[in-house]
Structure formats: structure tokens, C-alpha cells
């Protein structure tokens, strides 16, 4: 497969669409805000019951943003001149005045708290699904150990989508981390559910190096078997399992596989604003649970990598920043997985302004 | 009262009308350079008689700035290739050649130094009538006190005419310094003059919190009465006649007011760029003249809230910048004046067009 | 001689000429990434035969600067997924796959290495013909003996060839360095070759006042003879002759000239992107050759004097920055030099276009 693309300055926003917005542990009693799909967002937690509200970040009255005001109880008050609204959005009280005007209101949102993440609905409320919010068990599982965080990077979010669905880029960005030479050598196999908007992308090592990542972490110290399983949830959640163990060793006909070394890395690929993206990332693990060391370890290093894609994607952006519009580029095999995310982005993307044109014309 | 309002990005300039350049002590013997409504402009005294001239900042040869150059004598030379100017804007040497070029002159500004400003006519010069520089008279005259300064902002300058009509912000983004909650709470009343293109709110409190800028100032420790009644000359000149005395001292039936004490606040809101506003502000007092702690107190206090509104404005412009052309905002009783001052300053800038148009006729 | 010319925003580019890349010392065994005429080049030395080879910086997959790669060999290693090139700029490896892509390959330039100067052709390869790069020799004479550097200008190309023509802003941009009032007060000979491309401005003071920069550096303590012979070959290469010796010494009649001082002053003015330019300077001497301390002096010295040139480059960009489209100029004589320099870069940027346009028919 081999291919010249003609491509846009920038990926298309799929809105109707859920995305991380934040860890649960991220949002409390101080207002946090994120944009998300261009639109400015307040994050708090109620006093009352704890739970995370979601307000657009702009009072009604002059466009200042809520997040440079204050929390009253359950209500948030504007900084500037004291609009002050409830949990749904609607104002309670202006200053200078006792009737509060009918249409005074912001727009809240959607919101579902899962699996560590809180989850937000960006486009028509109405058609929000709480069921329909992807899963990533792991993340809340006592049984599994979790290490993660958030970078920011100055890019269009494809760039991100392009980078972790072609993990070749592993043995030349990420040598002596994560990258060996098995992994840009070894062929790939890849499967596009494109009704289900699932992108999954395989690499089995049966013979490979181990890297420092996994060598410090499981203790192995000879060559292993290595299996990279891609499950791409278009447009914001990407997991990664990961599989090692000593070369030879294999899951038994049941499906059980004692002897392996199991980690989940977690993606949650969140579009700020048109070049600017919130790369959320956690790695999980079924084994040295408790060991604190392991855990300042895989969280260390895999900082270290996330920062140096955060660091190539910076400067891929500039480098495309002066490219004419239309430019083009050359794909080959390893690039599978990643035109059928951008072509399953570009339908998502397709259906949000449809949806939104129709409720437009209601 | 309560209104949805469409909004342009900017608002407009209005040409043909006088605008503080700076205070008169700013100006002397360096170039000193400010661009008002888009013109830079290089201000200096001559050394002969003092008067402070003002020359369009750009040399007619290759637009190098005057700023960047020095004052020879009342002439101007440019640091680049030496051309020099009188005062009237004349060229009167260039290099290289004893005949310098008829066309040779850079456009000269009509100034008003008056009541320790420094005022200066935009638009066409033969328009400029100094009889029509509002006053401030207590700005330099001795039984006041004055301090002052000026912050610049990175905003329209339509944001600082809104902040400034519209005092109940101080009982939250002011609030510990000259904000209490009887400012948000008590109605005003407007007064709206078209034709002179002057806005009054009035707010009188009868019986209020003393905030701590007048507490320490005035040696009150009681509740005050507490008058703020604003005189906002579009488009560049406002006043707010602040009035404190003991609750019940109201002033006699002559008008005499000696139980009470009156602090004169003055701004000048310059335009310079699309959004950046110069935001020059002075404090002027009639008790405890000669005190220089209560000189020193009220201009720090006053920069620290003249510093709050920078910050709030900076902010909100920034939020602004990222809305569409054409965003809404809501507006309610305390906006009256804001509103009918944005009104003042689109006839304005209309005005100031239609005479640049009919001028370019002729 | 006086004009008003009206000017568009940007001076348009030559392409289809050679530039000054790099002083060969600049490029080894590091990528060395240079921007010219806004096309991304990456320059090495091959292992092999120490060849300098040029390469356009981006990979053909990703589009990921090939200088944030690294060398293998004579070959690039892309960073980010390890598509390889030789020097040619055939791609030679790929991940993932055996067969690499026919159409994998980038842009490779003609280079000419000569004078101690890297020239590479901004156009269509196959008009490149070596021979026609312009000559500097005495850079790389044994004769001479050179100081020399680089330093970026954020500023339109055409203001410092309009810098350069002119040395009247000597006199008050370099006063104290190398200006002195001779050289603003002393008309110039103008000399034009349009079809050759090269402009010839003469100033020679017959009894001038010596500049410290050549002062120090000759030893000369009177008044001097001072020639300075400017030769321009558009649009990059930029020669003053510089002739000092004491007032009356002149060269004899068949052209020695043992008395006198001459110092040969190169620049390579290399457009980069639209309002930036690398402004190469040399200064060579054929006097006190091995004095270090000489050597030290005029490096330093004509270095202040460049960033002197910088400083004010890049404030006049900026005031021309938030200029009108079309504004306009004020030209005297001793801005001949300077004009035929843009005439004939306009011309040469037209026919650079046309040739492109021819190239694209075919």
C-alpha cells in the first residue's frame, strides 16, 4: 500500500461526540477551566453532592469567564459584576436589581464521571447517551495500578491520532525508552470497524529485545514476546494493550495467561482549540502492584515519552504551519491504521454539522 | 430595562476630537512617542519657549520612527539618515544635497496643554478648536491633591469605557478596596445628553460601609453617606465626583459642603491601537492635603484597582478574541449608562468619518 | 533627483539565482537547517568525500524536518519514523515493508562551495549553472586576512539592500564606529549595469575626518583620503572596496597602490522567509595580517556596527508593519543606488516567475 495524500491545514472538530475532559481527581472546589472543541468550559463539584458540573465558561452579561470568578455553595459567581448561576446554568441573581431576566442563562453540559475520567458532551444536549461513553475499566480497578497525567500539545489533534496508531515511530522517537528494532521491522495487521468508528491495529513480536520500559518493570532479562493490540475508539479514546512475556510463552486455550506481564496504556485524545490538544495518558498494570518503585519508574519514563512526542508534534506543527494548503504526503503499510482514523474522523466530523444543521433548520 | 445586544469586534474611533496624550510632565527634552487612534506620534518640548509639539512619528524618507532618533536644538533628527525637522514639521535638512525637496514634511498635531494634560487633536487639523478641551481644573489647582499614573491595556477601548460607566463591578472585581456591597445593591439613575455627547449615573448611598480607601484616607470610622456621580465626556474624559461624609451630613441649601469630603476621580481613555487603550487615571482630593501618608496610600491603593480593572480587561479581551463576529451579550439596569455612552461614541465615529470623507472631496 | 514611491508590502524573490547559504565552516557532520526564499533546507557533509549536499528538510511521509533527524553515514535518518535518504534525496529505507515507494524521495539542491562561501540555487535545478556564482576571492585569499559572522534580520530583505546602498546612514547610524559627516555631506556617483545586474555607488572623500574603525586598525592619526566603491551584484552578493590613506596619497598611474590601506567589506544578503533575512558580513584587510589584536578589534567592531544595522532594521519592519498597503516614500540622491537595486530585483523576481511558469507548462 502506498499512497500520496493531498491534506487540509487541519483536522475537522467531530462534535456529538463524548471526550475527557478532565480526571476526576483534576476538578473540586476550585473552578478549572478547559476548552474543548473550541468552546471555553467551567469544571467544579457541587458542595452538596460532589457532583462535577459542567457551565460554559462565559457570563451572559459581558463574556467574562466564569473561572476567573468564585464558587457560593453550589453556584458559581461571575468576577466582574456578581451574575451568579446554579448548577443548571440558569442565573439567580444580578447586581443593582431584583428581577432576574428570563433568558439570563449559560449553557451546561453533559457530563459522566467514569473510570477515573469525567466525560463531557460536546454538541446538542439532546442527544447525549450516558450508556454510549466508552469504557477503560482499568483505570478505577484495584487490581490493576495506574500511573497517568496530561500534556498539552501545540498541535492539530490528527497529528496525535497519526502518531499513536503507527507505533513505528517507537524505535526512532522513543529509542532506549520504549522503541526497539522489532518494531518498525514487524509487519502490522490491521481491522476498521467503520460502523462502530473502531480502528484496531496489531504488532506480535515473537521473538523481540525488551525494552528498558518493560526490562525494569517486570524483571525479564532475556528477549520476550511482544504484542501491541490497538483498539482505537474514534474520535477521543485510545488503548493500547500491551502483552510480555519470556519468548515462547503463550495465553492457554482458555484464554488465561498467568505467566504474561500485562499493561494497559491509556489514551484520551481530547481537541482544545484548532491547533492546540489535551494528550491524557495513563499506563496500567497487572503485576508489582504495590511496588512504589515500578510505579515512580513507569510514571517517569512514560512522561519522558509522552513529552518526547510532545516535543515532535510541537514542532511537526510548525513545520506544516508554512505548508501551502494542499500540501502532500506520502503514506506506505504502517500508515493503515491511521488513514482509516482520519477517514472515520472526517464521517464523524460529516455527521456533527449535519446533526447540527438539522436542529438549526427545527 | 433588559436588551440582547449583537456586537462588533471593535469599537469604532472617533476621529475630529481631542484625546490625552499624556500628562505634561511626562513630556520634556527626550522624544517620547504614543500612537493614538493607530497614529504614532513623537512628542517633545523646544527648548526655546517649552511648548510641547507633536509630529507624526514617521520620517518622510523611509518611515524610520522619530522616536528612534534625537532633538537637536527644536529640531528633530532622524537617527537613520539624518533628515531634520522644525517644529511645524518642515524639513530643513536631508543628507547629501543642499536643496531639500519641497514635499520634504511630516504631518504636525495641533496640542492643548491644559489642567496638567497634554491633549491632542485627531483628525483634521482645521477642525481643532483648543476652546473645546474639556476641563479638570482640579488637576492643577493647588487646594487639590492629586496622584496619578496611567497602566496601559490590551483592549478595545470600549471595554474601559463600559467598566468605567458601570460601577457595580467595584463590589466584586474592587471588592476589600474601594468596593461594599451597597454598590451593586443601590439603583442608578441616568442622564443621558446626546447632543453634548455627555452620560451622568448617579448612585447616592445613604447609608453604607466606608471601604477601606476612604476609611484610612479620611479618618471616618462610622457608616458614610457616599454620593458617586459620574460625568462621562465621550470620548475621551471622565469624572467621577465622589462625595463621603458621616451618615445624615448632607450639604447646605447654598451648596456649601464643608462636613463632607470630596474626592475628585479622573480618567482619560485614549485609544491606541485596534485593542490597546491607554488608561491614564488621577486621584484628587480637598482634606488632608499636606499628608503625605494619605498621598502615598491613596496612589498605591488606586493603582492596585486601576491594575484589577487591567488585569479583568485583559482577560475579558483575550475571551473576546476568541468569539465569533457578531457574539451577544446581555445587559441590564446598570448598564444604562454604558449603553447609551456606546451609542454616543458610534455617532461619533460616524461623524468623524463623514468629515474625513467630505474633506477628501474637496 | 527626488521621488514619492509607493510600495507594496514585501519585496518580491529572485528565484532562480544562487544565495549564500552558510559559510562552509558553518556545515559538518550536524544537520544544519537554513530557511531561504521559504524553502526548509538541510545541510550536512558527506563521510565520504566531505561533498556539502542539500536536501529540502522535509520528509516525504510526515512532512517532519529531516534536521531533527540524524546522520548515518552519507545518509538521513528521518526522526520520527527512520525513512532514510541519500545524498541524492532517494528515499533507501522504510519502515515496515521491503519495497520502498518509487515516488519516495525529496528535493536535493545544486551547491557550490567557493570564496569559504556555500551558494545554493533557489529554482529549477537544471538552470543552475556553476559558474555564473558570483566571486568574493580575497575571503578565501592568504593574502587577506578575514573576520566575519551571520546575523538574523526579522525584516524585508529589500530594507537592507536599501541599507547597504546608502552608506550616508553611516554618519548617524554608525556615528562613532565608522560614520563620520563626510560621508553623509559627499554626493555619490551612481552606475548601473541593468543587464548584467550590478549597481556601482562611489563616494570619495578626498580629505576626510578617520573613523575609529580605521583608525585604530591602520594607525593612520591625520586626516584621510577615503574611498568607498560599492559593487552590487543582485540579488544577493554585496562588495564595498574600501580605500584609506593619508589625505593626498592616491595610486599611481598603472594601478599600485602601496601606501594606502584597503579593506574589502563583503555581505550576502539571503532572503529567508517573507520578513526575515540572513545578513551575511566579512571584513577582510590586506594590512597587519597576523595582528590578533587588530583581528579582535575589527570583528568586534563590525559586528556592533551589524547589529546596529539590526537594531534599526527591525524597528523600521515593525513601523512598516502597521503601515497601509501602498504607502509611501520620500526619495532623494542618495537613494539612486538603492532604487536601481530594486529595479533590477524586480525585474529578476519576474523573470524568476516566468521561468517557473514555463517550467509548469511543459
Not at 500539545?153 to 491520532?161: E, M, P, S, T
Request: negative net charge; charged residues 25%; contains cysteine.
Amino acid at each position: 500500500m502506498t499512497g500520496v495524500t493531498t491534506l487540509a491545514r487541519m483536522t475537522a472538530f467531530a462534535r456529538n461526540q463524548w471526550y475527557v475532559a478532565a480526571y476526576g481527581r483534576e476538578i473540586g472546589r476550585e473552578l478549572l477551566g478547559r476548552t474543548i472543541l473550541n468552546e471555553p468550559i467551567a469544571f467544579y463539584r457541587t458542595e452538596s453532592d460532589d457532583t462535577v458540573i459542567a457551565l460554559a465558561d462565559r457570563c451572559v452579561h459581558r463574556r467574562y469567564p466564569l473561572t476567573a470568578g468564585r464558587l457560593d455553595g453550589d453556584t458559581v459567581v461571575c468576577g466582574y459584576h456578581g451574575f451568579t448561576y446554579d448548577t443548571g446554568g440558569t442565573c439567580v441573581f444580578v447586581p443593582g436589581q431584583k428581577r432576574v431576566p428570563r433568558t439570563a442563562r449559560v449553557p451546561s453540559y453533559p457530563v459522566v464521571e467514569q473510570d477515573s475520567l469525567v466525560w463531557v458532551w460536546i454538541g446538542d444536549p439532546a442527544l447525549a447517551d450516558p450508556h454510549a461513553v466508552p469504557r477503560a475499566p482499568w483505570l478505577a480497578d484495584p487490581r490493576w495500578t495506574t500511573v497517568g497525567g496530561m500534556e498539552p500539545i501545540d498541535a492539530d489533534y490528527g497529528l496525535l491520532v497519526d502518531n499513536l496508531l503507527d507505533l513505528s515511530h517507537e524505535t526512532y522517537l522513543h529509542s532506549g525508552y520504549i522503541g526497539t528494532p522489532e518494531v518498525a521491522e514487524t509487519p502490522i495487521t490491521t481491522e476498521v470497524d467503520e460502523g462502530a468508528g473502531v480502528v484496531r491495529v496489531s504488532r506480535h513480536m515473537d521473538d523481540a529485545e525488551c525494552p528498558p520500559f518493560y526490562a525494569r518493570s517486570t524483571g525479564i532479562d532475556g528477549r520476550i514476546t511482544r504484542w501491541q493490540d490497538i483498539e482505537y475508539h474514534a474520535p477521543c479514546l485510545y488503548l493500547l494493550h500491551s502483552r510480555i512475556a519470556p519468548v515462547g510463552v503463550l495465553p492457554g486455550p482458555d484464554g488465561s495467561d498467568p505467566d504474561a506481564f500485562h499493561v494497559e496504556i491509556t489514551y484520551a485524545i481530547t481537541p482544545s482549540t484548532d491547533h492546540h490538544v489535551y494528550d491524557f495518558w495513563a499506563v496500567s498494570r497487572d503485576f508489582a502492584q504495590d511496588d512504589e518503585e515500578v510505579t515512580t519508574f513507569l510514571h517517569d519514563l512514560n512522561r519522558t515519552v509522552v513529552l518526547q512526542d510532545v516535543a515532535a508534534l510541537n514542532v511537526l506543527q510548525k513545520a506544516l504551519d508554512t505548508e501551502r494548503e494542499g500540501y502532500q504526503e506520502l503514506s506506505i503499510n504502517i500508515d493503515t491504521g491511521g488513514l482509516a482514523a482520519r477517514r472515520i474522523l472526517a464521517r464523524l466530523a460529516a455527521e456533527g454539522e449535519r446533526t447540527a444543521a438539522v436542529a438549526a433548520t427545527k
